[in-house]
């Protein structure tokens, strides 16, 4: 099945600073979505990308699909100590639009004021 | 909007029962529900697809005679654990999708521990 390597980990940062993450995929994926997860919680839809090439904004965060169709990125600025939780890079293949999506393993930004 | 709740948020049960997860979406309709699971600190795994109307879609490896899914209405998905064993205590989460919409998000529900001891 599809694979998604989202990288780092997890992330030590002072509050202020910029995040960077990235997921990357040994296949073709039609849509990238980003979604941050709290303990406990559902995972929360935070930018979703239809096209290759695509950079969309929402705040402090930006994220990009690449142009492969194999990548994706998602940027935060100015760190914030509510930016703390668990992001999730997620695709959906070329199977349409009732498939599931399949998950990256998740990035932890924990966040030192 | 597009917002899915769960019941129960978490279940407790003995080895051996069967619990039952509800999926609602409260303000919209979803023809498409999704089930995943997910166990401690790691990713969200597609156990099953389920569709109003007519049977559910399993993943490779997950049993449909463990994990029976019914999904009645276009609001609610239910997700039905059978014999559960201590293996099976997990965080199950369900999405959906809104009827009709052509992009292919999913909105999350807030997530069920289960339990089983």
């Known amino acids: 099945g599809q694979q998604l390597n989202q990288s780092p980990q997890s992330m030590f940062i002072q509050e202020g600073e910029d995040v960077s993450m990235n997921c990357t995929s040994s296949s073709i994926f039609n849509t990238w979505l980003w979604y941050k997860q709290d303990p406990g919680e559902g995972p929360v839809l935070l930018i979703a990308l239809y096209k290759a090439g695509e950079l969309t904004s929402n705040g402090r965060l930006t994220a990009q699909f690449g142009i492969t169709r194999k990548d994706s990125f998602l940027n935060i600025s100015a760190s914030i100590p509510s930016d703390v939780g668990i992001y999730f890079c997620?695709?959906?293949?070329?199977?349409?639009?009732?498939?599931?999506?399949?998950f990256g393993k998740g990035t932890h930004l924990i966040i030192q004021p | 909007g597009a917002v899915v709740s769960q019941h129960p948020s978490w279940v407790i049960c003995k080895s051996g029962t069967s619990v039952k997860i509800e999926c609602r979406s409260l303000?919209?309709?979803?023809?498409?529900m999704f089930w995943y699971r997910q166990f401690p600190k790691q990713s969200l795994m597609l156990m099953a697809t389920s569709n109003e109307g007519s049977k559910a879609t399993y993943e490779q490896g997950v049993e449909k005679d463990k994990f029976l899914i019914n999904h009645a209405s276009l609001t609610l998905s239910t997700l039905t654990v059978t014999s559960a064993h201590p293996e099976d205590s997990s965080f199950y989460i369900c999405?959906?999708?809104?009827?009709?919409?052509?992009?292919?998000?999913?909105?999350f529900g807030p997530g069920t521990r289960l339990t089983v001891t």
């Open positions: 303000d919209f309709q979803a023809t498409t």
């Open positions: 997620a695709g959906r293949g070329a199977g349409g639009g009732a498939d599931g999506l399949t």
């Open positions: 999405s959906a999708r809104i009827r009709g919409d052509i992009n292919p998000e999913q909105y």
